[in-house]
Each structure stands twice: as structure tokens, then as C-alpha cells.
């Protein structure tokens, strides 16, 4: 189980911090995470903290692709 597939839970958040600093996560982490986005459709502030993982340029560009997802999002924070 990952901690994207909770996601489907989360249907009604509208602000969310998520900070997975130092957790050794990788690309494929990075892409399960950003692949249930598409739950938070009511999401308006998302706070997500991925720094000082191993994340690469294809969990960047899975997480970023995700956002397209957050079609009502107004503020959010991204560290990598």
C-alpha cells in the first residue's frame, strides 16, 4: 500500500501538507503519490515537501504532471 492510494479517502480536503522530507523515496514512490492526485478535486492550498529524496527527473515530471489533476487549486508549495 502506498501513501498515494489513501488519496481516495481525502475527497472532501480542501488544504493538505504533506511532508515527506528525508524519506528515501523514489521514482516510482513519486509517481504512485502523483498518480492519485486525480482523488483531491477539491483540493484549493497543497503543501507538498519532497526534498532530500531520490525522486529524478521522472518522479518530477510524474508529480508535476499530477497537478493537472488539481484543477481547483489556487496556492500550493512544492519542494524538491
Known sequence: ??????????KNLVEFELNLMNNQIGAEGAKSIASNFEHLKNLLKFDLNLEYNQIG??????????FCHLKNLFEFKFNL
Open 1 to 10: 500500500m502506498s501513501i498515494g492510494s489513501g488519496f481516495c479517502h481525502l
Open 57 to 66: 527527473d521522472e518522479g518530477a515530471k510524474s508529480i508535476g504532471s499530477g
